[in-house]
């Protein structure tokens, strides 16, 4: 559709991509469809900078580890509770350190890899399970769809963190569990959106035509209810990482999550509680990890939500004036 909309306005006066601003505006669609989702992410300056940061402190999980060593374990009782920018132990010491001389960058560092370990692959697997089953469900209907539903609201009517309390109470604490437990409690998530995408594609013209010419149900899923399905199912992954993450925390934090030696962010929070008033940096610093990253996150996932959505789209490839101009009062209404 899009290259019969671009031919149609390559033919017509005002509207072909070198028209002024005032004609410009039919053919948006047709240059919309044009930027590239790199250019769209470097106009706006929030998401850019969510990005930048997402993407500092995945690759600090995946190489920063590699850089301290084993700093974060290693004990010097002789510098025990240093405050921030001290400097005894070099450049691991600028965010102080703990109640037994460990650095806290290191640990810092070391509990974002743990961190990660967990949430992303909780979040992977519970979007696999998830979507499956949904676009299964939702595209054949009847006696499947009921079924996978009723199975997704059974997961629901448990609220998610007191199921993870359970099952790590009664199962040992340990991050395949976590992984496991968390990824059980998101699934519904994933299964209900998917659902109710194909749902609404498997009665669209372009499957009823591939299943005419006989294409399976299995291949239609595949090459043409999944691409669509997918761009709302990554962003509502990005939302979930930062649920997960923050439930990883909270069981930590309760000590039923991750277990010493280990270290996450939520454990560093919960070993730091008891020294709030005299060293404020152990729970400090980790705390502010988690929430620059699950804000981060969030803004990030609201971009991609109108980046990946062709009907606002436009939004983010618009000069700044012309939104600013799309976005300002009427002369009339400013007036009144």
């Known amino acids: 559709m ?28 047709a240059r919309d469809s044009r930027v590239s989702l790199w ?20 690759l600090t999980a995946v190489f920063g580890p590699l850089l301290v060593g084993s700093a974060a374990t290693e004990q010097d009782l002789d510098n025990t ?19 037994l001389g460990q650095s806290v960058l290191a640990r810092l560092v070391v509990a974002a890899r743990t961190t990660f370990s967990v949430a992303v692959p909780a979040v992977a697997l519970a979007l696999a399970i998830g979507a499956l089953v949904g676009m299964w469900a939702g595209y054949h209907r009847g006696l499947r769809e009921t079924l996978a539903m009723r199975v997704a609201d059974i997961i629901m009517s448990f609220p998610s963190l007191l ?12 991050v395949a569990n976590l992984v496991v437990v968390l990824a059980i409690t998101r699934i519904p998530v994933y299964l209900r959106t ?4 194909s749902t609404e594609l498997q009665s669209r013209l372009f499957v ?8 399976s149900s299995g291949a239609i899923i595949r090459r043409h209810v999944f691409p669509i399905v997918l761009p709302t199912l990554l962003t509502l992954a990005t939302l979930e990482f930062c649920y997960v993450m923050l439930a990883e925390s909270s069981l930590s934090f309760l000590g039923i999550g991750i277990q010493p030696p280990d270290v996450s962010w939520g454990l560093m929070v919960s070993q730091g509680r008891s020294y709030l008033q005299t060293a404020w940096w152990l729970t400090f610093f980790p ?5 620059v990253t699950t804000v981060s996150a969030t803004v990030l996932a609201a971009w991609a939500r109108l980046a990946t959505d062709p009907a606002q789209r436009w939004r983010l490839t618009l000069p700044r004036r012309a939104r600013r101009a799309r976005n300002a009062p009427a002369p009339q209404e400013a007036q009144s």
Request: charged letters at 20%; a negative charge; glycine letters at 10%.
């Open 2 to 29: 899009s290259s019969l909309s671009d031919k149609a306005a390559d033919g017509r006066p005002g509207t072909g991509p070198d028209a002024p601003a005032a004609g410009a505006e039919p053919a948006a669609p």
């Open 39 to 58: 250019r769209m992410l470097l106009r706006d300056r929030v998401a850019t900078a969510a990005a930048a940061v997402l993407s500092l402190v995945v």
């Open 81 to 99: 509770n240093q405050p921030p920018f001290s400097f005894d132990d070099g450049w691991l010491g600028i965010l102080g350190t703990d109640p």
């Open 163 to 174: 199921m993870a309390v359970v099952v790590l109470y009664v199962f040992s604490p340990s």
């Open 194 to 197: 998917a659902r109710a995408e």
């Open 208 to 215: 009823d035509a591939a299943r005419t010419f006989g294409t």
């Open 287 to 291: 705390g502010l990890a988690i929430i």
